[in-house]
């Protein structure tokens, strides 16, 4: 008779249960999940291969295939050609309609810790391409703040914000290693953001940025194009963000207009 103290098996300890309906991958990709919410497997933590997951949890090799690739394709795991499969680091999220803020308020709410390198803090001519996201002339003086973003020590976006001189004068004094500059626009300058229209594409990581971000050269990067704006409709701020692709993830809250309004139109942020 078993003891009323006896506790449940550890993660590590879990099996195959042979006589349930569930499929063995499935049981499978349920065990190495857990292990990972668990803590028992660590971001970063090799996994055995095949063979040795096949031995131990008595399963066919395609059947452990079949379960890794599940687990790949919900983030849980990365495939490393060459080098084995690996426990992912956690993607940082951030929602691109349903709030209106930046990568440090992201990384806060998550409680992990970001970091900046300043590259460049400058005040330069706005230029066609930004004079034309900030509606100013291209002549006009913009504050250029370029920065290194690393999360909890680890490089994570490569960004290159730009803000009207006028607006707030004085950010070239300012230091961004860890402050946010959301939060100076707001607390010190009075401009609240209440929109931010924003795109994303794909691209591939020249020498210099995978560089920067610690990956392979031609690696997938997400690009992150903003412009945000006060409530009078003035821009405020714009920035082109370079995100490692397997570390962010962009979240998107979609809402239905009622049938009598109009389509809103789609903006392309150039």
């Known amino acids: 008779m078993a003891s009323v103290n006896q506790q449940p098996p ?3 300890e879990r099996t ?3 006589s349930s309906s569930v499929p063995y991958y499935q049981q499978l990709q349920d065990i190495l999940r857990e292990q990972v919410r668990s803590g028992v497997l660590r971001p970063g933590d ?4 095949e063979h040795e997951l096949s031995r131990r949890y008595g399963v066919s090799r395609p059947v452990v295939r079949q379960a890794l690739a599940g687990l790949h394709r919900e983030n849980v795991l990365d495939r490393i050609k060459g080098r084995g499969t690996f426990v992912a680091t956690p993607r940082t999220t951030q929602s691109l309609v349903r709030d209106v803020h930046g990568l440090w308020d992201d990384v806060n709410a998550l409680g992990r810790t970001l970091r900046s390198e300043v590259r460049q803090l400058v005040v330069v001519p706005a230029g066609a391409d930004v004079g034309h996201r900030l509606q100013v002339p291209e002549d006009s003086p913009v504050t250029l703040l370029e920065r290194l973003r690393f999360v909890d020590g680890e490089p994570w976006v490569y960004t290159v914000s730009h803000v ?4 707030a004068p004085d950010l070239v004094r300012k230091d961004f290693t860890t402050q946010s500059l959301y939060h100076v626009l707001r607390e ?3 401009l609240e953001i209440v929109r931010s229209d924003r795109a994303v594409e794909a691209q591939r990581a020249d020498p210099a940025l995978a560089r920067d971000l610690q990956i392979p050269a031609g690696d997938p990067v ?6 945000a704006f006060r409530g ?3 821009p405020v701020e714009t920035f082109v963000a370079y995100h490692r692709a397997d570390r962010s993830r962009f979240e998107v809250s979609l809402t239905r207009a009622p049938a009598d309004l109009p389509p809103a139109p789609m903006v392309r942020i150039v």
């Open 46 to 49: 090799r996994l055995d291969g």
């Open 188 to 190: 010190e300058h009075g």
């Open 232 to 234: 009078d409709g003035v």
């Open 10 to 12: 550890a993660p590590s």
């Open 164 to 167: 009207p001189f006028a607006l």
């Open 222 to 227: 997400l690009k992150l194009t903003s412009v």
């Open 16 to 18: 195959i249960d042979r």
